[in-house]
């Protein structure tokens, strides 16, 4: 018994090991009183992504966050959809890649009765690059859409786009 106690207590520490140098903080809520919500957030390196989707009275709402940080950068981004009994969806990109790179991207999209749909898209490269985007939309009884995007290549060793 105890041997089986030793063994699990190094299987904990070494996954708590192995957690304490990821740098990734994920997170993504939905609430729904009577529609759909649904919210993905996603990550991956040095990533803080957020994915929120509210729906009520018969509302659909979306929200989605994809990040990337690879290589050291940074991804950020926050991606919400809020729709009473209309439709609103939200996207969110990032990726960052290189020495100092940022990347952020940043999308909401809001309805009462309508569509609303935003886009954003932030691509951040070289050595001290930064790259920032946000779009909003709100609506009422309308269609509304946004769309952003941001591109900083401030070091050229890399490819000046690198799709998803």
Known sequence: MTRITTLLSLSLAALCLISSDA??????????????????ASGRGNTRLNATARAYNGGYARANMTGAGTN?????????????????????????????????????????????RSNSEAIANGAWSNARSNARTRT????????????????????SYQPW
């Open 72 to 116: 050291g950068g940074y991804a950020t981004g926050r991606s919400t959809a809020i729709s009473n009994g209309g439709v609103a969806i939200s996207n969110g990109r990032s990726f960052a890649n290189g020495w100092g790179a940022r990347s952020n991207a940043n999308s909401s999209a809001r309805t009462f009765q309508g569509f609303a």
């Open 23 to 40: 740098d990734a903080q994920v997170t993504a809520s939905s609430y729904s009183n009577g529609g759909t919500a649904i919210a993905t």
């Open 140 to 159: 009422f009884r309308t269609y509304g859409s946004s769309s952003s995007r941001a591109i900083d290549n401030r070091w050229n060793s890399y490819p």
